[in-house]
């Protein structure tokens, strides 16, 4: 059984693992500039695909959605139980979305959440993955693909009886996303405000 030590080092390596900025040091890499001073700021692969480029996109987005694999499967393969891949999984995420190495300012976290979904459900994330991708494409709005694949994961979760842990486990991990979606949103909201004032809200970019 896991004791006490045992999760708070589970907690604290999953953080500082989903905290390694992948965006950051693929844009200085291939740049040499910092992402957060380019097109929306956000160190995310989105943000990284459309103003570094394609390839350099893709490769910041596996190596998110590989940082929440590795976390669970780690986690797993070491037997330390269903409270500690709970436990490493919402650490990694938040380590992601919040990273300690670029002033607890991250990405929005949906990358590193597919790979702890791939990990878990490999059956059922291609089908949240390709339901995602059809609805992004069709819509033309990332946020609306990744919200539909969010749903499908979290529907596949509960229809295919994974258990409590797993369903409660994706429900929180989609609630963060959410609070990172909103959170952003906000302050690009406070920021817009202070620069051209309130009637810049209404005004077209």
Known sequence: MITFAG???V???AYLAGSVPSAYLVTRLIKGEDIRKIGSGNPGALNVFRHVGPRAGLAVLGID???GAAVVLTIGALGLGHGAIFAGALAVVVGHNWPVFLGFRGGKGAAAVFGISFALLPLWTPL???LALAAGAATRSFIFGVGVGIVAINVATIATSQGT????LCLLL??????THYAIAYR????SVRQRGIWG???PE
């Open 7 to 9: 999760y708070t080092a």
């Open 11 to 13: 907690l604290l390596s």
């Open 65 to 67: 959605a590989a940082k």
């Open 128 to 130: 949240g993955i390709g």
């Open 165 to 168: 842990d797993r369903i409660v």
């Open 174 to 179: 989609s609630v963060l996303i959410v609070a």
């Open 188 to 191: 690009a909201v406070v920021a």
């Open 201 to 203: 809200l209404f005004e």
